[in-house]
Every structure is written in C-alpha cells, then in structure tokens.
Nanobody
Framework: QVQLVESGGGLVQAGESLRLSCAIS?????MGWFRQTPGKEREFVAT????????SYADSVQGRFTISRDNAKNTVALQMNSLKPEDTAVYYC?????????????????WGQGTQVTVSS
C-alpha cells in the first residue's frame, strides 16, 4: 500500500520561501511535484529519479525551486524560493512506478491529498 502525505504549505508573501515535504510509505519510487488551481489542469512542477538523480523542473520554477529526496527517511522535499503570487496553488506529490520521473500526470500511479500554498502580493 503506497501512501503519500504532503506537509509544509501555508500563506507567505511574495519573495519569501516555503519548503514542502512528502512522506512516502510503501516503497521507493520516482517522484514528482505538481500543482493545481481552480478550473485548471494539474501542472508539472518538478520531478526526481528514484536514486535522487536527474532532477527536472518546469520552466516557470527553474532556478527558484529545488526538488530533493532522502531515501533513508522516505521523504521528498520541494524547496520553493522567491515565491510569486502565480505560484499559489494546491501542491501534490506523486509516485511513479519507474526509475525516472516524468512531467506527465498520466505516468504517476499514486497521489497525495495536496497542500495549499498561497502567495500574497
């Protein structure tokens, strides 16, 4: 049974930072972070391979966000710096049954419940 639990969301001002964490139970997988706002499709944010290598980012967050993982603790983190109001969304972590991650939601088998991030201007 795979379970993903996100934490770390909240309300911050533009320019500030937040660190999201995803606790993983049930195995080691390639992981991704996605986000969604009302009325829009869930969009790719970042992904990392099962080993912790090959991080990849959406253009909109490149240089501001960093994905990392600690396989000994079964966690994946998303460090978000220089936050902008357009980063406001519900953020989801997802697990893919493969070595490498993907930017496509259809490639992920398991999803967390999401954590709200709100960035005020």
């Amino acid at each position: 049974q795979v379970q993903l639990v996100e934490s770390g969301g909240g309300l911050v001002q533009a320019g500030e930072s937040l660190r999201l964490s995803c606790a993983i139970s049930g195995g080691t997988y390639a992981m991704g972070w996605f986000r969604q706002t009302p009325g829009k499709e869930r969009e790719f944010v970042a992904t990392i391979a099962r080993s912790g290598s090959v991080p990849s980012y959406a253009d909109s967050v490149q240089g501001r966000f960093t994905i990392s993982r600690d396989n000994a603790k079964n966690t994946v983190a998303l460090q978000m710096n220089s936050l902008k109001p357009e980063d406001t969304a519900v953020y989801y972590c997802a697990a893919r049954l493969a070595f490498f991650g993907s930017k496509y939601t259809r490639d992920y088998a398991y999803w967390g419940q999401g954590t709200q991030v709100t960035v005020s201007s």
